[in-house]
């Protein structure tokens, strides 16, 4: 098929990549000059490299076309995968549609309940479905793959375009599930809201066992043996965080009360996780018993989860915050994520930033895991004990083998352990 992708986000991107790879004819219209130009230089783009240079591949093959013209192609299809940004703009996107008439437009963007109808009305589009995403941060083209397709159709003919379309993906029937626009809309939402569920009873359960003196791990896996149960996002740990991820609960909460409904649940799970955010912080206080002025607190991880650079509602903005605030000074290290913290605090001199996972840990009183990053989980404990002022390790995200760890040197602090 003779495929469009139009629009910058990171969606358009992969939707872009894996309908290339299995043979189709894409062009993929960015509306975004500068993402184009440093895609064609190659530069990384949307923080992942895995995702910039198969892209890269895919257009050294020339089985992928970036911003080119497409006059002399009749594209039947068209995905659209827009940014926020771009989905405001819609006398630019009106301009793109005017020329071509699609057989089918699909809306891949992460906008939200009722916008797949608001973009038919504003566009005049005649034949609409909605596909919701679910690529995850850190695993973008891996993610795309683990499960089946869900899609938000009106029109029974288009599930012959969209079966071929995805035949080489998904080759089984039972793989696709079509129902309404609104009810496709919905599930996106609701499959957020049910995983934050998820994490924020483990975070609520390691509480509740940490006073109990339960090791929460050993509920962990007893739990994620039932099948009803399952082992995914049953983790505890300091906290969620990622603009996608926040957004989706957010935006479920906002439609719940336009319906006229209350959602306790939603509120609750909310509540959980900002309370869960400042646990490090808590834990901290309590080991120094509330005096952290001048105390040298060493940070591993400051993004909201590995192989990502962002910080959006990462746990550790609230944690420096509160740090800050008594006078501590805070010493951090991620593989990626440490301009994004320079660009949030500036001017903040209890902030000091380092390339070298060891360096931070210079004349530490205790060391914080906040990111899982795998460059983290097997430390030389040694060298940090030579380095640290005093060797206690708080592990935000129970990565790490108390007993083993103890046996160091250390004292470990876990979540719920």
């Known amino acids: 098929m003779y495929i469009k992708v139009l629009g910058a986000s990171v969606n358009a991107a992969v939707m872009a990549y894996r309908m290339s790879l299995i043979g189709h004819h894409v062009n993929w219209q960015t509306l975004d000059k500068d993402l184009s130009t440093r895609l064609k230089q190659s530069e990384m783009i949307f923080d992942d490299c895995e995702l910039s240079c198969s892209l890269r591949e895919q257009m050294s093959l020339h089985l992928l076309m970036v911003d080119e013209p497409c006059t002399e192609y009749t594209y039947s299809v068209c995905i659209l995968a827009v940014n926020n940004e771009q989905y405001l703009d819609f006398d630019q996107l009106r301009e793109k549609f005017s020329r ?8 891949y963007a992460n906008l939200g309940m009722g916008k797949t109808r608001e973009l038919q009305q504003e566009l005049a589009i005649k034949n609409i479905v909605y596909i919701p995403d679910a690529i995850q941060e850190g695993r973008l083209l891996t993610s795309f793959l683990d499960s089946g397709l869900i899609v938000g159709n009106e029109n029974p003919e288009n599930e012959v375009i969209i079966r071929e379309m995805f035949r080489p993906i998904y080759p089984l029937s039972q793989q696709y599930n079509f129902l309404s626009i609104q009810a496709a809309e919905f599930t996106k939402l609701s499959v957020s809201g049910f995983l934050a569920a998820k994490v924020s009873f483990m975070n609520d359960l390691s509480n509740v066992a940490e006073s109990l003196g339960i090791d929460i791990e050993e509920v962990r896996v007893a739990m994620s043996m039932d099948e009803r149960v399952g082992a995914h996002y049953l983790y505890p740990g300091c906290g969620f ?14 439609v719940v009360l336009e319906t006229g409904n209350v959602s306790g649940l939603l509120d609750k799970i909310w509540d959980i996780n900002e309370n869960q955010k400042e646990i490090i912080f808590r834990k901290i206080w309590k080991l120094f018993d509330c005096h952290l002025e001048n105390k040298v607190i060493a940070f591993w991880g400051a993004s909201f989860k590995p192989n990502s650079k962002s910080v959006a509602q990462s746990p550790i903005l609230k944690v420096l915050e509160a740090c800050w605030s008594q006078g501590a000074i805070t010493q951090v290290h991620d593989p990626r994520a440490l301009s994004e913290l320079q660009a949030l605090y500036p001017d903040q001199h209890l902030l000091k930033l380092y390339d070298d996972q060891y360096d931070a840990v210079d004349g530490a009183d205790v060391l914080c895991l906040v990111t899982e990053w795998k460059q983290y989980w097997s430390p030389d404990y040694q060298k940090l004990v030579k380095k640290m002022r005093h060797p206690n390790l708080i592990d935000g995200r129970n990565i790490y083998n108390p007993l083993y760890v103890e046996n160091q040197g250390f004292n470990y602090i876990g979540i719920g352990r």
């Open 241 to 254: 965080g990622g603009s996608n991820f926040t957004r989706d609960i957010l935006k479920l909460k906002e």
């Open 100 to 107: 071509y008439k699609y057989k089918l437009v699909i809306n």
